[in-house]
């Protein structure tokens, strides 16, 4: 079939099952200091690809070889909505050539939901409020433990899970709720600029240990919340990684890899049976690139 683009990593979500995670302390207090938690598994359904010549999107589960480089990258906009969920391999992905985004849609409401997500200053909040312009959504505001630290960060509410699953997290909790993303991203800079969290995460996902992530989380929330002026609901969650897939090695994508079977994804890693066993790559660095072939 040929040389694809990667779009996406599609993944569903099953659960919740309630865990109660004992603190570090808690594990020789025994069930005295135990935190509940809601925990969710990631689960790999499909690799939406599209065809260089076509803008069509299709949701692709046989196996995979990488294309050999170099790799031709293009624009990431696609006709789905920003304010609510939709089939993956139903949309439509621009098929010119460009980093990040190409000139016909830098201004695209896609495009500056990113813009405002991603800079920093003026800028970001420019680009937030000409989103607000354009789009009514709703917006949520989360605290994840990283494994280094405790990381803020907003997306759309209706993508918390899956924007969890694709970030390496131990445990995760919901500070607001917010209908503005201009409200919901400046009071991500607050939060960040008090010192109670960082804008970014780990590039190298860690084993989670919600037991050490439960009692630092629950404190960056408690004073995140008095800082903001907002009621913490203190709800623990989190998107457990499937078994094995941490202890796969990171590999960097190769045409000598041979033929590949996807098997799981989180974090930002797909791991796949390789002829060399279970590996793992970073799916950053194939995406929106045709750095795939199939069939």
């Given amino acids: 079939m040929g040389r694809v683009i990667l779009r996406l990593v599609y993944k569903v979500l099953e659960g919740p099952t309630l865990e109660r995670i004992p603190s570090s302390l808690g594990r020789f207090l025994g069930d005295r200091d135990a935190y509940e938690v809601l925990a969710y598994t990631a689960k790999l359904d499909s690799l939406i690809i599209q065809y260089p010549e076509g803008a069509d999107s299709y949701r692709y589960t046989g196996p995979i070889s990488i294309a050999g480089e170099p790799w031709r990258t293009y624009c990431r906009w696609h006709n789905g909505p920003l304010d609510r969920r939709d089939s993956p391999w139903e949309r439509l992905y621009c098929t010119v050539e460009a980093r990040d985004y190409c000139r016909y849609h830098r201004r695209s409401a896609r495009s500056l939901y990113e813009l405002c997500l991603s800079l920093r200053g003026p800028q970001a909040l420019e680009a937030c409020k000409r989103v607000d312009d354009e789009v009514s959504g709703e917006y949520s505001l989360y605290l994840s433990y990283t494994g280094k630290g405790v990381k803020v960060g907003v997306t759309r509410s209706f993508r918390l899970l899956d924007r969890l699953a694709e970030q390496p997290h131990s445990l995760a909790t919901r500070l607001a709720v917010y209908d503005s993303l201009y409200r919901a991203r400046r009071a991500e800079i607050a939060v960040a600029r008090g010192g109670i969290a960082g804008e970014t995460g ?46 796969s090695p990171l590999v960097s994508p190769s045409s000598s890899l041979g033929i590949l079977e996807p098997v799981a994804y989180w974090g930002g890693l797909l791991q796949l049976s390789s002829r060399r066993g279970l590996i793992v790559l970073r799916v950053k660095d194939l995406l929106h690139r045709d750095s795939v072939v199939v069939g």
């Fill in 202 to 247: 780990v590039r190298k996902p860690r084993r989670p240990d919600p037991g050490a992530a439960a009692p630092a989380l629950s404190y960056a929330a408690e004073r995140a919340s008095k800082l903001l002026g907002v009621e913490w609901e203190g709800e623990l969650f989190r998107v457990k990684p499937p078994d094995g897939l941490l202890a």
